[in-house]
Each structure stands twice: as structure tokens, then as C-alpha cells.
């Protein structure tokens, strides 16, 4: 006889692991979730990981690039910005098919497709009769968030602490993220916010802004989804 598995996430995403004769396979039944939220949930477990690392051994987390604190807290901004714009692009998507037969509409969400992620997020609300201010605190942080993810994908030899842009962004990232315990002062950016806290930070700003702007143009926060845990020491 065939025995279903689930985990709360499978649970949750319509799968489940089925054994038979020491065999498992998965099959998966209409999903209930959004990559938006796997991606939001992957952020937060990397984070999770980043403390644990920095806690088992505060004095040599930051030794050395190969480090795993790096890699995790790496992966959590990155997935954090991930889920950002797996969110947005759902949103576009929702808002195409609840809108099939309005042709400028359909044109004007397929350009958004080709936008940044912040442009997708400020094209959409316009759609919808609504403005972003750009001087709202969340707002700030997003864009900082998405500055220091590029840091970590475009990262280029030229990136010095001297360039005016790259200098703009240390000055921001070092008045929100904590300083690093044992981090020698002059590391290399980004390698020098590479800390939980850093992690910490970027998931909880990706999900404070999904909300935010949820409430504010009347949508779906796809990065609350009911199994999600984004609770972070």
C-alpha cells in the first residue's frame, strides 16, 4: 500500500513524497502557493542558518571569504529580492487575466514584463490609480535592498570604496545593519556587511514592503502565505 508523506510545505503546495516498494516519488496536485513564497521562506531559512553559524563561532565567522556566513547571507538577499520580483510578476500576471479582453491594458502589462523590479512595482500601482512615494521609509530600504543585491550580482573588480555610488551605499547599508563582531575593519564591501543581521534585514524588508504595498493598492501579500515562517531571532 502507498503511503502519502506531507510536510507542512507540501501540505501547502498541493505535494506529497509517495512510497512504495522503497520507492519515492513526488506528484503535485494544484499549488496553493506562490514562488514568491518559496523564495521569501528560503530567505529566512538562510538567515536562520547565518545566526547559527555566527553563533557556534563569533570569533571566526568572518575569517575568510569561503566562510559559509557569506554564502548563506548572500543567498538569503538574493532570495529575498527573488521573492520581490516572483511577487510582482504574479500580480502582473493576475492582473492580465482578470483583464483578457482590455488590449491597452494586456500591451501595457506585457512592457512592464521588460521593466526593473521596482519600475514593475511602481507600473502596476499606476494601473491601479495609485502613486508610490518614494520618500516613504519602506521604500527607501527597498531601494537599498535592491542596491546591495546588485552588489552581490554585478559584483565587478572596479566596485572600491571610493566609487560615489558604491560609497553611498556602505554609508546607507552601515546605518541600518549592525557592525559585524570580528570583522576586520577593512574588509572588502559587500563582504563586510555579510552578517545575520544583513540577512536578517533583507528579509524583513522584503516583507514589510510586499505588505505594505499590498494594503495600499488593494492586493494579495503573497509573501504572508499562511506556512511561511519568517520568524527570525
Given at each position: ?12 503546495t498541493?505535494?506529497?513524497?509517495v ?23 528560503v530567505?529566512?531559512a ?12 563569533v570569533?571566526?565567522?568572518?575569517d ?9 547571507v548572500?543567498g538569503?538577499v ?14 502582473i ?5 482578470a483583464?483578457?479582453g482590455?488590449?491597452g ?8 514584463y521588460?521593466?526593473?523590479?521596482i519600475?514593475?512595482y ?13 520618500s516613504?521609509?519602506?521604500?527607501e530600504?527597498l ?5 546591495f543585491?546588485?552588489?552581490l ?5 572596479e566596485?572600491l ?6 560609497a ?25 556587511h ?6 536578517k534585514?533583507?528579509v ?8 505594505h504595498?499590498?494594503k495600499?493598492?488593494g492586493i ?5 502565505a ?8
Amino acid at each position: 500500500m502507498a503511503k502519502a508523506e506531507t510536510t507542512k510545505l507540501e501540505r501547502a503546495t498541493g505535494s506529497a513524497a509517495v512510497s512504495e516498494g522503497g520507492e519515492t516519488s513526488k506528484f503535485n496536485a494544484q499549488p496553493r502557493a506562490t514562488l514568491a513564497a518559496y523564495h521569501i521562506q528560503v530567505a529566512a531559512a538562510l538567515a536562520r542558518q547565518a545566526k547559527h553559524i555566527e553563533s557556534d563561532d563569533v570569533t571566526r565567522a568572518f575569517d575568510k571569504a569561503s566562510n559559509p556566513i557569506f554564502w548563506t547571507v548572500s543567498g538569503s538577499v538574493v532570495m529575498a529580492w527573488a521573492a520581490l520580483e516572483a511577487n510582482i510578476n504574479q500580480h502582473i500576471k493576475t492582473l492580465e487575466e482578470a483583464n483578457a479582453g482590455n488590449t491597452g491594458l494586456i500591451e501595457r502589462c506585457s512592457f512592464l514584463y521588460l521593466e526593473h523590479v521596482i519600475a514593475k512595482y511602481e507600473g502596476l500601482a499606476r494601473l491601479k490609480d495609485y502613486e508610490l512615494i518614494e520618500s516613504d521609509e519602506i521604500f527607501e530600504n527597498l531601494k537599498i535592498l535592491r542596491g546591495f543585491r546588485n552588489a552581490l550580482v554585478d559584483f565587478q573588480p572596479e566596485w572600491l570604496d571610493d566609487e560615489v555610488k558604491h560609497a553611498e551605499l556602505c554609508k546607507r547599508m552601515g546605518e541600518i545593519v549592525k557592525p559585524l563582531f570580528g570583522m576586520p575593519s577593512d574588509a572588502p564591501f559587500p563582504f563586510c556587511h555579510l552578517g545575520y543581521e544583513c540577512a536578517k534585514w533583507a528579509v524583513l524588508t522584503a516583507a514589510s514592503f510586499s505588505a505594505h504595498y499590498a494594503k495600499l493598492v488593494g492586493i494579495e501579500d503573497h509573501l504572508a502565505a499562511s506556512w511561511v515562517d519568517l520568524k527570525l531571532p
